[in-house]
């Protein structure tokens, strides 16, 4: 089954580049809109908490970095038919490597990390971004949990706007949608595979 989903988003990326894209953008869009209204529907509520939590989980994107290729490695060897995903083909440009000189040491790190991310992505495929998600999720309940104990992180606070900030419990509700979302991530790219290529398909044939 993996192999086969393999195959049918390998060949939907090759054949139908931008339907992909689209098709994986809206199908995460209708998951994260469509897990809100389930909330709202039974009336689940989310403290402000969640939401303060996942403003501070998008400062550790960098360094989460060895949690995501470790859990990478460990998905290439239970499921090695999804680190042969060529994601790269999606967007060659953003992730190709530039000749051009540069004196800003800004824009070098940026081409070092687009180098760093080439590699691990044309190494582990489909399995970095999967266990970018899961360990994505970790890092935000972890700082949840912290949050709700009482760990006070003025700073981080401060960086990200927050400190006397209200936040209400719709925006809690929305960061608990995404963070869910994120669980729903492997089924998104499943749909993906399937409807990028009928889209791709009916658009071309008109």
């Known amino acids: 089954m993996t192999s086969a989903f393999a195959s049918r988003l390998n060949a939907s990326i090759a054949q139908y580049p931008v339907e992909t894209v689209c098709a994986a953008v809206g199908v ?13 529907f039974f009336s689940v509520q989310f ?18 970095l060895p949690l995501e290729v470790l859990g990478a490695g460990v998905l290439k060897k239970l499921f090695p038919p999804l680190s042969t995903i060529r ?9 190709k490597d530039s000749d051009s000189k540069t004196g800003h040491e800004r824009e070098t790190r940026a081409k070092k990390l687009s180098r ?6 044309n190494k582990y495929g489909l399995c970095y971004l999967l266990s970018s998600r899961l360990v994505g999720v970790g890092v935000f309940f972890c700082l949840y949990e912290m ?14 706007g927050l400190e006397n900030s209200e936040i209400g419990d719709v925006l809690g509700s929305w960061a ?14 499943y749909l ?15």
């Not at 994601?87 to 992730?95: A, G, V, W, Y």
């Not at 608990?176 to 991530?185: E, I, M, P």
């Open 147 to 160: 949050k709700v104990a009482g760990v006070d992180i003025p700073m981080v606070l401060e960086y990200v």
């Open 47 to 64: 403290s402000a908490d969640f939401a303060v939590a996942f403003a501070i989980s998008r400062l550790f994107r960098r360094a989460r």
């Open 87 to 95: 994601l790269l083909d999606l967007f060659p440009t953003q992730l």
């Open 116 to 121: 760093e991310m080439k590699v691990i992505i």
């Open 192 to 206: 993906t595979s399937i409807i990028a290529p009928f889209v791709g398909k009916n658009i071309r044939n008109k």
């Open 28 to 40: 995460e869009i209708v998951s994260i809109y469509g897990v809100y209204n389930l909330f709202e």
């Open 176 to 189: 608990a949608a995404v963070v869910a979302s994120a669980v729903l991530y492997p089924g998104n790219l």
